[in-house]
Each structure stands twice: as C-alpha cells, then as structure tokens.
C-alpha cells in the first residue's frame, strides 16, 4: 500500500515537471495518437476485412500494438505484436521464446537479457 502511494506520487511529480517545462518552453505537445476506428478505417478497403477479422480475435490489450503495427509507422511494434501473436497472445511465453531460429529472436520485446 506504501509502495503504491510512493509510486503514485512519483508519477504525479514527474508529471508536473513535465508540464512545467513545456510551459516554461512555451510550446503544447500535440496529440498525434489516432483512434483505434479511424485507424482501420484508414486501411486499403481489400486489406480491411482481414484486419477486422484478426481483431475480434486477439485478445483487447493487445489491440492498440496491432493496430500501430498495421499503420506501418512502428517496425518496433510489428515486431512486438508479431511475437504475441506467434506465442497466443501471452506476453510471458515472448519472453520464455523457444524459437532461437527466428530471424525476429534477437529482436523479441519484453526480456531483460538475451538468453537461450
């Protein structure tokens, strides 16, 4: 409980500092996050029903890595929500990966340290 307080209070002054020098510079940090719909909507239409599809069948928090993925803009987040998808969606088994042979292996998130 003491921790969380800790955390919570950390994450609120670093949020504050943040605020301030952006103030301090003068400039407001646009928003360039596209919403999930528009993101797909986005989509060529023959690509479109794919995506949909592939969708309704993940599981909700992995959707938003999926769709960053899909845009093309983030070569990070494909690799990510490829690995996921490879592993059934469960973050865990990315990093306990028994695939070694994978070119994307060396390039897997969520581990601390490359192992085999």
């Known amino acids: 409980m003491i921790a969380t307080e800790v955390n919570n209070n950390r994450l609120a002054a670093l949020a504050r500092a943040r605020q301030a020098r952006r103030q301090k510079a003068g400039t ?22 794919f995506v949909e599809r592939r969708l309704s069948q993940m599981p909700n928090h992995c959707r938003n890595t999926y769709l960053r993925a899909i845009g093309g803009r983030s070569p990070r987040a494909a690799i990510k929500a ?35």
Do not use: H
């Open 82 to 116: 490829f690995c996921l998808e490879c592993v059934g969606w469960q973050r865990a088994e990315v990093v306990r990966c028994t695939a070694p042979a994978c070119p994307l292996w060396s390039y897997r998130p969520f581990r601390k340290e490359l192992t085999i």
């Open 28 to 49: 407001s940090v646009a928003v360039t996050e596209i919403p999930a719909q528009e993101r797909v909507s986005r989509l060529d239409p023959a690509r479109r029903p």
